[in-house]
């Protein structure tokens, strides 16, 4: 049996507010793995749970949203049954103490398989973000209606410190702009301004709030990498994100 919002909770993360449908969950040993990428491949991350109380098996998720959906009529301590046939799963079952729902599993084929990420032998910045940061990162996301962008800079704050900087808002001189700023390592003095998906980043950083431990690395090559620990329901999630071409 797992708690409901256990459930919702791991899917949050990677369908990130409906921007990723299809995803790939692979139990072993009651250790749960999901990796999954975004429609334009600009985005790759990975869940891993531990003591996820299903059988092995391999879930081919196509519909998200129709999971969701199923999912949301049931409540409390849902037992979780997945179905095969001819060796291939083909079902996932919710039951709880008044439902019983079905989910259709999709061919595995359907579901593309994340590329490996080949990370920088050494990152350019690192950051810590506290849960005050994951708040006011998504208070910055949302303040300018429409915006898809946001560039990063390491850059010194006042007195020489160390920040990255987060600067929502449109390429024009005289559009609205937000700045947000998080303490950081690096040793640069001031670097470009890279382009990322805003809207992406906001989902990954709302649907991760509460997170024990939340570290972001970034290379000035384009590169962005986003972590993310649950201690208590023994969660990890990571995103690799790369920067926007277009800018």
Not at 52 to 79: H, M, R, V, Y
């Amino acid at each position: 049996m797992i708690e409901k919002n256990q459930i919702q909770s791991i899917i949050s993360k990677y369908y990130l507010g409906g921007l990723i449908e299809s995803a790939k969950w692979e139990v072993r040993d009651n250790h749960l793995s999901i990796d999954f990428m975004s429609p334009n491949k600009d985005m790759v991350g990975s869940l891993t749970c531990d003591g996820f109380p299903i059988e092995d098996c391999d879930l081919a998720i196509f519909n998200t949203s129709q999971l969701n959906k199923l999912l949301q009529i049931t409540a409390g301590q849902i037992l979780v049954n997945p179905t095969k046939t001819n060796k291939v799963f083909t079902k996932l079952t919710f039951q709880d103490a008044n439902f019983t729902v079905e989910y259709s599993l999709a061919d595995p084929l359907m579901v593309q398989t994340p590329p490996t990420i080949n990370e920088p032998e050494q990152w350019d910045v690192s950051a810590q973000f506290e849960p005050n940061d994951l708040v006011s990162f998504t208070k910055a996301a949302t303040a300018i209606s429409g915006n898809e962008l946001v560039t990063l800079r390491a850059s010194e704050g006042i007195g020489g410190s160390k920040i990255l900087e987060f600067i929502f808002g449109a390429k024009m001189e005289f559009s609205n702009k937000v700045e947000f700023i998080v303490e950081a390592n690096h040793n640069i003095s001031e670097g470009p301004k890279i382009p990322f998906n805003s809207e992406m980043l906001k989902e990954i950083i709302h649907n991760n709030k509460g997170a024990d431990s939340a570290r972001i690395l970034f290379s000035q090559e384009g590169l962005l990498k986003l972590e993310f620990e649950f201690e208590e329901v023994k969660i990890k999630t990571s995103y690799y994100a790369v920067r926007k071409a277009d800018y």
